[in-house]
């Protein structure tokens, strides 16, 4: 078994910034790729930044030129650094893991989640 857990959310005034963690601990054999969602009330869950072994990224549009992803893989660790926050990004922040607990195996984590609040 693995688990994810977040840190950093919280509460923002529209144009901060706030950067969130991900530790990952348990069973792993290697973590294949790492990434945030976010889920905002009433709405779907939806891909914020997503980043793979090779350190490759993938942004959603709305977060590209505001929010930076990045990973420690010694410490099993990505994260988020959100800047010029909008009101809109309010929601929940997951997240998730690719996870090889043993070679030929790949399974899927989730975080609890963090809040993160954005104040206009």
Do not use: H
Not at 23 to 50: D, T
Not at 90 to 119: F, H, I, K, M, N
């Amino acid at each position: 078994q693995v688990q994810l857990v977040e840190s950093g959310g919280g509460l923002v005034q529209a144009g901060g910034s706030l950067r969130l963690s991900c530790v990952a601990s348990g069973k792993i054999f290697s973590i294949n790729a790492m990434g945030w969602y976010r889920q905002a009330p009433g709405k779907q869950r939806e891909l914020v930044a997503a980043i793979v072994n090779s350190g490759i990224t993938n942004y959603a549009d709305y977060a590209k030129g505001r929010f930076t992803i990045s990973r420690d893989n010694a410490k099993n660790t990505v994260y988020l650094q959100m800047n010029y926050l909008k009101p809109e990004d309010t929601a929940v922040y997951y997240c998730d893991a690719r996870v090889s607990p043993r070679p030929g195996l790949e399974l899927r984590y989730w975080g609890q989640g963090t809040q993160v609040t954005v104040s206009s």
